[in-house]
C-alpha cells in the first residue's frame, strides 16, 4: 500500500461545495496503479476566498497543481500566470499544474475529453456535421472543441437564444471562417448530435432536443454520466441511433488530466525511510 512521505506531491480539487467530487478518487486510484508518489485531496475554497488561495498556492512547493470546478471555472483564469489558448478562448479553466518556479499554468479539458471520448469510440467528428444542445460551461468548451477539431458544420441550439449567439460569435471571432451556425430543437440532417445541457440529470426532465426528428443514421452522444442512460439516449435508441453515454467524456479527461499535472512522471518512492 502506498505511504505519504515528505517527498509525495500534493494535488488539489478546488470547488464549492466539495462533498460529492468524484475525481480526487479517481485521479488517487490512478497513481496507485501506476505506482505514483502523489496524492489529491479536497480544497474546499468559496469564491471570495479562492484570490487568496491561488496566491499561497504559488508558494507551495510541494504542489503538483490541482483540479478546478463548479463555481471556479471562469473566476480562476485571471488568477493564473499562464492559460492556453483554448482555455482563453472559452474563458475558462478546470485543471492548473504549478511549475518549478511556483507559475501556475491552466488549461480547459472539458471540450478535449468530449471529443477524446468519440473519438475512443470510433466517432470521430472530423469533416462531420455536428448538432450541440447548450450553451452553459460544458457546451461552451465542447463547442470549441469541435471546432478545433475541424467539423464541417456546428450547429448550437439553446433554451436561452442569446447565449448561443454569444457562443457562435466567439467561435467565429476565435476561427474566422467557421461553419457554425444557430439551430432550433430539430436536429435533422446532422451525423452526430450531442447534449451538453443538463436536462436529464433528473428524472422527469424535458427532452433537450426534438427527439422525433432523430434518424437511425446519427449517432446521439451526452454529457451526463448518471443517468448512464438519459431519456434522450433512451429515445435515440428506439429510433435506432448509435448512442454514446457521458462516461467516456469523464474517462479521457482523466487521462488527459494526469498527463497535464505530471502525475505520470512522478517517482515512485519506496516507503521505509522514516522521518
Ligand atoms: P450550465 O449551468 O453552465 O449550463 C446548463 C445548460 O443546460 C444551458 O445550456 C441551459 O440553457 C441548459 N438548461 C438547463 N435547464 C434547462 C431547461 N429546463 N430547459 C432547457 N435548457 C436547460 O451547466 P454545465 O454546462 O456546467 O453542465 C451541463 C451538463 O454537463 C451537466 O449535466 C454536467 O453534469 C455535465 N458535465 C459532464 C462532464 C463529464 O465529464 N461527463 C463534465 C462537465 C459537465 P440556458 O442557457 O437557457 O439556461
Known amino acids: 500500500s502506498r505511504e505519504i512521505s515528505g517527498l509525495t506531491k500534493v494535488y488539489g480539487i478546488l470547488a464549492d461545495p466539495i462533498h460529492h467530487v468524484k475525481t480526487p478518487q479517481m485521479l488517487n486510484a490512478l497513481m496507485a ?35 478546478v470546478t463548479v463555481p471556479h471555472k471562469t473566476a480562476i483564469v485571471d488568477l493564473l500566470d499562464e492559460v492556453s489558448d483554448s482555455a482563453r478562448r472559452i474563458g475558462a479553466c478546470n485543471v492548473v499544474r504549478r511549475e518549478e518556479d511556483g507559475r501556475l499554468v491552466g ?4 471540450g478535449k475529453g468530449f471529443v477524446g471520448g468519440l473519438i475512443a469510440a470510433g466517432i470521430d467528428p472530423k469533416g462531420k456535421s455536428v448538432y450541440l444542445a447548450g450553451a452553459g460551461g460544458a457546451a461552451n468548451a465542447i463547442a470549441f472543441a469541435f471546432v478545433e477539431a475541424g467539423v464541417a458544420r456546428l450547429t448550437i441550439a439553446n433554451r436561452t437564444r442569446a447565449k448561443a449567439e454569444d ?6 471571432e476565435a476561427f474566422p471562417g467557421a461553419p457554425v451556425d444557430i439551430g432550433t430543437a430539430d436536429p435533422e440532417g446532422h451525423d452526430i448530435v450531442a447534449n451538453a445541457t443538463s436536462l436529464g440529470l433528473k428524472a422527469g426532465d424535458a427532452l433537450p432536443l426534438d427527439a422525433s426528428r432523430l434518424t437511425s443514421d446519427q449517432i446521439v452522444a451526452e454529457v451526463i454520466m448518471q443517468p448512464e442512460e438519459t431519456a434522450i439516449l433512451a429515445a435515440a435508441k428506439a429510433k435506432g441511433c448509435r448512442t454514446h453515454p457521458g462516461k467516456p467524456m469523464l474517462v479521457c479527461q482523466l487521462d488527459l488530466m494526469a498527463d497535464f499535472l505530471g502525475m505520470r512522471a512522478l517517482i515512485s ?6 522521518s
Not at 484570490?51 to 498556492?57: A, I, M, Q, T
Not at 488549461?107 to 472539458?110: A, E, I, P, V
Not at 518512492?269 to 522514516?274: D, E, K, P, Q, Y
Request: aromatic share 4%; proline share 4%.
Open 269 to 274: 518512492h519506496s516507503s521505509g525511510a522514516a
Open 167 to 172: 457562443l457562435a460569435q466567439r467561435l467565429a
Open 33 to 67: 496503479r501506476e505506482g505514483r508518489d502523489g496524492v489529491m485531496v479536497p480544497f474546499h475554497v468559496s469564491s471570495e476566498e479562492l484570490p487568496r488561495l491561488v496566491d499561497g498556492l504559488k508558494a507551495m512547493k510541494s504542489l503538483g497543481g490541482f483540479v
Open 107 to 110: 488549461d480547459m479539458l472539458d
